[in-house]
């Protein structure tokens, strides 16, 4: 094994299952709860549409139901 590796010289190559992880959807949702979203992400530094994905992740890891 060598001691240093030249990182510059490797190939990129695209992740051939990159388009089976994530599906487009489109959602109506009310303007308070994206004001919310939009809010919330820019204090943590992130997209709103990433706080979304990992709400929704989070409410699937912890089996969160609703209460109506």
């Not at 919310?36 to 549409?49: L, N, Q, T, V």
Request: hydrophobic content about 35%.
């Amino acid at each position: 094994m060598k001691p240093e590796y030249n990182l510059g010289n490797m190939k990129s190559h695209p992740n051939p299952f990159a388009k089976q992880l994530k599906q487009k959807v489109t959602l109506p949702l009310k303007i308070n709860v994206i004001e919310y979203f939009e809010d919330r992400a820019r204090e943590k530094g992130i997209s709103d549409r990433e706080l979304i994905n990992l709400y929704l992740q989070d409410c699937i890891l912890s089996k969160r139901e609703l209460s109506l």
